[in-house]
């Protein structure tokens, strides 16, 4: 087993009608918050007015900053920084899912950032800065956000995705009656993430992390049984309580303690995608994962045992043959995908071959392709895009 | 799902080595340490001379408080209060299992409380209280004191044995070669109150916690791999490593996100039981557990789901017959217990029925046994410690 060291400060309040400790949460850091949102989807669930509630009977005041895109831009952050300093804001309050967690946690390290040159913070912040206290309202069980300490931050001008380390919320309020309204696309896109950030870490060459790998398979096997019941019945609280249960660990890195990490290969491919594309991130991880596994599965075989548990303990498949097993782990893998309405290929969303080449030559930057599980380099990469087409 | 909160603040550096985060664990709190260990196994061990190198070098002042007893003390914990007030202690830094890092908690809470009656604090503590910091090196893997907030603190006039809530230490240092020294017996005992702190919140009504239930699976089945092969080969690090993961998770409150409550109904009768003959706390759990299993499962028959599930999900057994399916769980259970060493009876411990009635009547007081999973009587924890003789 590896060595890891656990440092997650973030409070989580989870359950209905959690809201209810908005207020503390709040009070601790100061009146002046910066409320930040995506769209209009919160004003027409009725959260927007139930915050906005609380914050005026607890005499808050309120900056707000809307809009933010589905994977969030350097200039959203740079906007929320600008009302930061002008407002002298105590804390960030952010409601949405990963894209408002994410730009609010550039936004709260932005603020104590040196230079205002904030798209040069992102690409150099490593954690351990000085930021505003984040407070988050999860909307939507995909990323993990609000227990990680990571943001996502993408330049439209440069065509560049980055993930980098900022510092965890302070507090967390997740009550799934707050995913009912979630439409089923956004659901199973959701749950495609939650099981990519576990994949990414259970397939790694350790196997002695006993803990971190039946956390994994638990996980996964909570998405498979829980996102048709959501998507067949929004309003099933158990079905979404354990989604965003699933969410919350998924991407915490509580699930790969003690195993060697992978580099998060998926990852490094679909940010490409959606860098160039700006198609949903699950969506692009739920294409490409099952090309990469059966990619890597014939490059080199010597990972096949991985395969092979996971077809049993994820899927409950049975067999005596490794490699036919393994497949038919993938093969489970895709379907679950397809039959909960994801595209299968990136020809259905018009993709072509047309960036391969230069989106391969980005994700093999910084290493993360070439450590791990089975080390790809560009051509590998090309390949798999090529098998998703 | 039932709602939770999360709030572990504990830093915890895992695995080989990680004593080099000593210096900096502690110096971020302050120069004058209040050291505490029980007997003179840390010295056996030169994990005392290791740590008072780091110590000097560091330039720290060092008091000791050592002699803290398994089931430990109030009169350490004043002792302890006494050292801090005298020499204006910063950190507490607890080497060993969960006796001195209870213990050092209790210390850490009593060093601000606003009486000297530290008896009374820990008969009314139920944390949020100001504390000094503590940072802890464990050296067995057992109570998971290391990631809890609690305490059990006893009063031999009183015959009184007090779980309590106090506050997580800040830093933990966990690694699993300080526990290859560990006798076999501690080490079996250490892993049945390991298996037991998820005994109690598995066995609970909640059907639909999904991520929970098959945490709690994975940790016990971690524990049933590893524990024979850590008593086999002591020096085994991958066993000694899971066993210690297990453990920190194990009592951290995590197993029973989303769940309804138990009340710990083991750990209240044993906790008795160590009270009046200071027996190893896991002995006393590993006995109880099964005949406590046997009694509800006649007394209601309507928990029998849980127990097949139990079965099959935790010793991999199969049958058609639920009551017997249930009973060969409860067996593979005591029958784990005894092929590891461990005493299967109060007989064997030289125990009798001369103050099991004083005994139920304090673990039935509180409401521990009348909440949860089936709520038991006075005469029905009378009835389960005789069928323990």
């Known amino acids: 087993m590896e060595n890891f060291v656990h440092d997650i400060p973030t409070k989580v309040y989870f359950g209905k009608g959690v809201l209810s400790q908005l207020d503390s949460a709040l009070r601790q850091f100061g009146k002046n918050v910066l409320l930040t949102y995506g769209g209009g989807s919160i004003k027409r669930s009725g959260l927007y007015d139930e915050v906005m509630k609380i914050l005026n009977e607890g005499g808050f005041k309120v900056i707000e900053l809307n809009g933010i895109d589905p994977n969030p831009r350097i200039s959203s952050v740079e906007k929320g920084v600008a009302l930061c300093k002008e407002n002298d804001i105590d804390v960030v309050l952010a409601i949405g899912g990963g894209s408002t967690i994410d730009c609010s946690k550039a936004i709260c390290a932005g603020y104590y950032y040196e230079s205002d040159d904030l798209w040069y913070m992102v690409k150099h912040a490593r954690g351990g800065m000085k930021v505003l206290p984040l407070v988050d309202i999860l909307t939507i069980s995909a990323t993990g956000s609000d227990f990680d300490d990571s943001a996502v931050i993408s330049n439209p001008e440069t065509n560049e995705k980055i993930g980098v380390v900022f510092a ?222």
């Open 168 to 389: 965890h919320p302070a507090v967390s309020i997740l009550d799934p009656t707050y995913t009912f309204t979630v439409p089923a696309y956004q659901t199973a896109a959701g749950s495609a993430d939650i099981m990519s950030h576990i994949m990414e870490g259970y397939f790694s060459r350790t196997e002695d992390s006993e803990v971190s790998d039946g956390l994994c398979e638990t996980i996964l096997k909570t998405v498979i049984r829980n996102l048709p019941i959501a998507l067949k019945d929004p309003d099933d609280y158990a079905a979404r309580a354990n989604l965003m249960h699933a969410e919350s660990v998924a991407c915490s890195g509580i699930p790969e303690y003690g195993k060697l990490g992978s580099g998060w290969p998926c990852h490094a491919m679909e940010h490409e995608l959606s860098a160039y594309y700006d198609i949903t991130h699950g969506v692009g991880l739920a294409i490409l994962t099952p090309h990469w596994m059966r990619y890597i599965l014939k490059k080199d075989p010597s990972c096949m045992w991985r395969f092979v548990r996971f077809a049993k303990n994820v899927w409950g498949l049975e067999g005596d043959d490794e490699r036919e097993l393994a497949l038919k782990g993938i093969d489970a893998l895709e379907d679950f995908f397809k039959s909960n309405g994801i595209p299968s290929s990136l020809s259905e969303l018009k993709i072509g071959t047309e960036h391969f080449e230069d989106m391969a030559s980005h994700c093999c930057e910084g290493g993360r392709m070439g450590s791990g599980f089975v080390p790809l380099d560009k051509d590998d990469v090309v390949n798999i895009y090529k098998d998703c087409l």
